[in-house]
């Protein structure tokens, strides 16, 4: 069946440092990729998308991109801040969504 | 739109209770999902609607779980009777066909059973 695999956290970074979290997805078809993001005490907030192969999604400095070939959607960051701290999920959505397990980030100042 | 609201935020009750949780998604949509978080597990998808009917109830994990979505603007998850491993954050998320599963997430309830 479809799934979704990311890697496992915690992933503990410097302020500024390079961001990657790694996101791969099983399905039969084309779903929609996501990257969701839950802070503390709340829901998850919708942080970026891709709908299909070689999309990329952005916000707020993150990007990730709709690798087919690879069944990928690795998120990235250039230069973290500790406001960004938080739990991230990949997902995909078809005729239903999908998350993966969360990956929790920490920066440090 | 207020975005989907749940209720209650915190839930604290004994074992053999009964609980209910609701949800009242965004106005339009048409698909509701309803998640459980914890720590072991993760995000799981217990069931999801479409047009208030239920698609797939395959991750409910047994029948003391029962979600019903009576109109489009509300829907219960309820577990019967309750058990300490119930104790989870629980989500309610909707969405429409036409936003690619762009979903919105109500803020949790938090269920303790001791």
């Known amino acids: 069946g479809n799934s979704v695999t990311q890697m496992e956290g915690p992933v503990t970074l410097s302020e500024e440092a390079f961001l990657t979290i790694n996101c791969t997805y099983t399905?039969?078809?084309?779903?929609?990729l996501f990257w969701y993001v839950q802070y503390p005490g709340e829901g998850l907030q919708l942080l970026l998308k891709a709908t299909k192969a070689d999309d990329k999604g952005s916000n707020k400095g993150f990007e990730a991109t709709y690798r087919k070939e690879t069944t990928s959607f690795h998120l990235e960051k250039g230069s973290v801040q500790v406001s960004d701290s938080a739990v991230y999920f990949c997902a995909q959505g078809t005729d239903k969504l999908i998350f993966g397990t969360g990956t929790r980030l920490q920066v440090f100042p | 739109d207020a975005g989907v609201i749940q209720s209650p935020r915190h839930e604290v009750t004994e074992m053999g209770q009964e609980v209910t949780l609701r949800c009242k998604p965004i106005s339009g949509h048409d698909y509701l999902f309803w998640y459980r978080q914890t720590m072991m597990r993760g995000l799981e998808l217990l069931i999801y609607?479409?047009?208030?009917?239920?698609?797939?109830d395959s991750g409910m994990p047994e029948d003391r779980f029962s979600a019903k979505m009576p109109n489009a603007s509300f829907s219960t998850l309820k577990i019967q009777p309750s058990e300490p491993r119930d104790s989870a954050v629980y989500f309610c998320a909707s969405t429409n066909w036409g936003s690619t599963f762009e979903a919105f997430f109500g803020q949790g309830t938090r269920l303790t059973v001791v």
């Open positions: 609607f479409n047009n208030n009917v239920p698609i797939d």
């Open positions: 399905a039969t078809g084309y779903p929609s």
